[in-house]
T-cell receptor, first 113, second 111 residues
């Protein structure tokens, strides 16, 4: 079974630039999550999709972050403009049911200089 | 308020000794509790979960966890640790339909 795919694996940008991350969940998984993991901290949920609808985006900084899952399959997370404090690993996860076991991708490590 | 707490940043044990990683939770009702492990440069991997039923849950790689409602704890255990168990461990709880993670505990098993 193919896992959760994420790209790119690493990204280095300067502050105020834009960046986008891509995620392809496990086939058939209805729920997709984006987490932000800052070094030394646990992952923090940014946004949760159920199919192509947003279930929770209460911790997404909407002035600079956006995410979409147009066809209910893959998803993109965008940051525009980036700040130094956005340096983190961005993890995508999917699950067949809301709240059940999550399957994580390897993440995208973002460095904002 | 944090839903789940991991009181130890680091745990160091010798190979072959028992390993315990502590976790306490603070959600109302019946909690859904999870343990995940993160190896260097890899995504989080599911170890085990408690939804209901037997308080002792068995998971992957010989790990188990004990749910204790009176102490609101869900400690992860392994009877005999291996060097390959060295990793970052996260406790998580479903709270308000969201999976919230603790800050993580770094486990180092020395040969």
């Amino acid at each position: 079974e193919a896992g959760v795919a994420q790209s790119p694996r690493y990204k280095i940008i300067e502050k105020r630039q834009s960046v986008a991350f891509w995620c392809n969940p496990i086939s058939g998984h209805a729920t997709l999550y984006w987490y932000q993991q800052i070094l030394g901290q646990g992952p923090k949920l940014l946004i949760q999709f159920q199919n192509n609808g947003v279930v929770d985006d209460s911790q997404l900084p909407k002035d600079r972050f956006s995410a979409e899952r147009l066809k209910g399959v893959d998803s993109t997370l965008k940051i525009q403009p980036a700040k130094l404090e956005d340096s983190a690993v961005y993890l995508c996860a999917s699950s067949p049911l809301n709240g059940e076991k999550l399957f994580f991708g390897s993440g995208t490590q973002l460095s904002v200089l | 308020a944090q839903s789940v707490a991991q009181p130890e940043d680091q745990v160091n044990v010798a190979e072959g000794n028992p390993l315990t990683v502590k976790c306490t939770y603070s959600v109302s009702g019946n909690p859904y509790l999870f343990w995940y492990v993160q190896y260097p440069n890899r995504g989080l991997q599911f170890l085990l979960k408690y939804i209901t039923g037997d308080n002792l849950v068995k998971g992957s790689y010989g790990f188990e966890a004990e749910f204790n409602k009176s102490q609101t704890s869900f400690h992860l255990k392994k009877p005999s640790a291996l060097v390959s168990d060295s990793a970052l461990y996260f406790c998580a709880v479903v709270n308000d339909y969201k999976l919230s993670f603790g800050a993580g505990t770094t486990v180092t098993v020395r040969a």
